[in-house]
């Protein structure tokens, strides 16, 4: 059974620039979150993916866009980057079954530096 | 909304005592609680969990927590610590759109 896999472990980029964060899911997951940790605090919640779509979304602009593929990898988009943005951004899979979703496990996520 | 506050932001504790990490949540519907471990530059690890049940949770590494509804709290307990221990833990509550709320987060600093 293969974990969560996230690419790439670090990236650095200049404000306004547009990045793609990856997320592979665990075997047998269909539920995909994103999360936001920034430096010296909890995790946030982005969104949520299940079946290909959007299932749920935190208190993001809409510059933060996702999307979940057949096989439920993930992609994070952020568009115009700002320096607040410079985060570890964490992808969480789970199994949604019977409506109902219980234990995320995290990959070990992506370090994003705006300068 | 629902709300994690983790009160002590770091816990120094030496090495081989016992510790408590403290959590608190608010909620009035039904609850699942979480504690994740997250070691330097990782992700987060999860502890253990409580769904339903038993209140008392046993996890890895030698951690437990207990569920106390009456106190809405979940704090997270380790008898003997070791260095390996030292991480940043974190209580997180599933909310009824299934995301998870997590606190600040509690630093565990594990001296000789």
């Known amino acids: 059974e293969t974990g969560v896999t996230q690419s790439p472990t670090h990236l650095i980029k200049t404000r306004g620039q547009q990045v793609t964060l990856r997320c592979s899911s665990q075997s047998g997951h269909n539920t995909v979150s994103w999360y936001q940790q920034a430096l010296g605090q909890g995790p946030q919640f982005i969104f949520q993916?299940?079946?290909?779509?959007?299932?749920g979304r935190g208190n993001f602009p809409p510059r933060f866009s996702g999307l979940q593929f057949p096989n439920y990898s993930s992609e994070l988009n952020v568009n115009a980057l700002e320096l607040d943005d410079s985060a570890l951004y964490l992808c969480a899979s789970s199994l949604r079954r019977g409506g109902r979703t219980d234990t995320q496990y995290f990959g070990p996520g992506t370090r994003l530096t705006v300068l | 909304a629902q709300s994690v506050t983790q009160l002590d932001s770091q816990v120094p504790v030496f090495e081989e005592a016992p510790v408590e990490l403290r959590c608190n949540y608010s909620s009035s519907v039904s609850v699942y609680l979480f504690w994740y471990v997250q070691y330097p530059n990782q992700g987060l690890q999860l502890l253990l969990k409580?769904?339903?049940?038993?209140?008392l949770v046993k996890g890895i590494n030698g951690f437990e927590a207990e569920f106390n509804k009456s106190q809405t709290s979940f704090h997270l307990r380790k008898p003997s610590v070791h260095i390996s221990d030292t991480a940043e833990y974190f209580c997180?509550?599933?909310?009824?759109?299934?995301?998870?709320?997590f606190g600040s987060g509690t630093r565990l600093l594990v001296r000789p």
């Open positions: 409580y769904l339903s049940g038993s209140t």
């Open positions: 993916y299940y079946r290909e779509e959007e299932n």
């Open positions: 997180a509550v599933m909310d009824s759109s299934y995301k998870l709320i």
